[in-house]
């Protein structure tokens, strides 16, 4: 099984890691998760993060085949059309954003002029596709649980899982947003953690667990599957669920929420300027 080469980069204001995933016979890559940086207080965006990657790529000489979005992020803002401008590639996401655009387009009254088709994306994922990487073939499970969009990428020997499961120390993603769901996260893990269990596994987020001095984004299906304190050891659906949902029931929204949700189910894009030139970002009062 090919062996992609896989370059991290770790936001630690949103715990987020963007990688760089690179054909090892060519000079192909793919983008995963990418961050725009915005600052709530000021509602400034900024693309120090950005602006590495693109360093990176420039420097090793790298041509950008696509710009892969695992779910619609509710804690950080995509940069993936920034970088599509810069970079080229296709936008990529998992078909369900349909069923996300139409849960928050109502939430945040977007009105008729915001698509809910999936047409800011460039394709469209479903369970079973393949893309191309160079000579790397992708292979697409749709992981749903977290979000109903939630994608894993399979590229030669590694797993982009976004957050349907973190490092083994912390546990699993949260499934108490609008169409999240514990019992299909249970589900999905299970296709993961199907996978060989030398596959290596990169997720979307690290939160340091307690006792850890070092943030970590690289494990294995071996390691998930003996160690991870939410679904590790052969735990059964009926206790993961049951403690997916208490936990859930004691978390606080992530601080990005708002923002990150109008911009990401735009495929990174922000939403149409005013008639005054300026854009703005929608805050709805008791609304989540």
Request: aromatic share 10%; net charge negative.
């Amino acid at each position: 099984m090919l062996k992609p080469d896989v370059k991290a980069f770790f936001d630690e204001a949103t715990f987020t890691v963007t990688y760089v995933v690179k054909d090892p016979a060519s000079h192909a890559c793919a983008i995963v998760d990418s961050v725009l940086d915005f600052d709530y207080a000021s509602g400034r965006t900024d693309t120090t993060s950005a602006d590495a990657v693109i360093a990176h790529v420039r420097a090793e000489g790298l041509e950008v085949s696509w710009l892969l979005e695992t779910h619609v992020h509710a804690d950080h803002l995509s940069a993936a059309p920034y970088l599509q401008d810069r970079l080229g590639g296709k936008i990529g996401i998992g078909d369900r954003i349909t069923v996300v655009q139409d849960t928050f387009g109502k939430i945040f009254n977007e009105g008729t002029e915001f698509q809910r088709d999936g047409s800011q994306f460039d394709r469209l994922f479903v369970e079973g596709d393949s893309f191309q990487i160079g000579g790397l073939t992708g292979h697409v499970l749709h992981t749903p649980g977290h979000t109903p969009a939630c994608l894993t990428y399979v590229i030669g020997d590694a797993g982009f899982v976004g957050d349907t499961l973190f490092m083994p120390d912390f546990g699993t993603a949260r499934c108490d947003f609008p169409g999240g769901s514990a019992e299909a996260l249970f589900a999905s893990i299970q296709k993961i953690l199907a996978l060989p269990e030398a596959t290596r596994i990169f997720v979307a987020h690290d939160y340091k667990a307690p006792g850890r001095d070092e943030y970590a984004w690289e494990t294995s299906v071996a390691e998930e599957k003996a160690r991870n304190i939410h679904i590790g050891g052969g735990k059964s659906a009926a206790e993961f669920v049951a403690m997916r949902q208490a936990r859930d029931a004691t978390l606080a929204m992530p601080r990005l929420i708002i923002p990150s949700l109008q911009v990401n189910m735009r495929a990174g894009q922000m939403p149409p300027a005013e008639d005054n030139g300026m854009t703005y970002l929608k805050v709805p009062v008791n609304g989540l």
